[in-house]
């Protein structure tokens, strides 16, 4: 069992940065592949980052390549979302997810525990 909490969403200028966390109980953490999804009013909820558990590969939807930085630390149970250059079209409710074993990483059902979700406001 994986309880995962995120943190560090808010209300950000277009241009400007936030990095979100999300912090996993248990003491598998590392064993587990980890995703970031987020999910906008009225739209459904969208692939943004990923990582392998071993932190070697890293996956980014198109729409965040080259803006966001998906990293994780095993030593502290926590992974993190870097968000720089951000734009309107990244406001959304943002949330971490964990899976064994993924063969796709976009994919939502793949995914076992999710957090609660924090919310990304980018103003313009």
């Known amino acids: 069992q994986v309880q995962l909490v995120e943190s560090g969403g808010g209300l950000v200028q277009a241009g400007g940065s936030l990095r979100l966390s999300c912090a996993a109980s248990?003491?598998?953490?590392?064993?587990?592949?980890m995703g970031w999804f987020r999910q906008a009013p009225g739209k459904e909820r969208e692939f943004v980052a990923a990582?392998?558990?071993?932190?070697?590969?890293?996956y980014y939807a198109d729409s965040v390549k080259g803006r966001f930085t998906i990293s994780r630390d095993n030593t502290k149970n926590t992974v993190y979302l870097q968000m720089n250059s951000l734009k309107p079209e990244d406001t959304a409710v943002y949330y971490c997810?964990?899976?064994?074993?993924?063969?796709?990483?976009?994919?939502?059902?793949?995914?076992?525990?999710w957090g609660q979700g924090t919310q990304v406001t980018v103003s313009s």
């Open positions: 997810a964990a899976g064994r074993g993924l063969r796709s990483y976009s994919e939502s059902g793949r995914y076992d525990y």
């Open positions: 990582i392998r558990w071993i932190a070697v590969s890293t």
């Open positions: 248990g003491r598998t953490f590392s064993t587990y592949d």
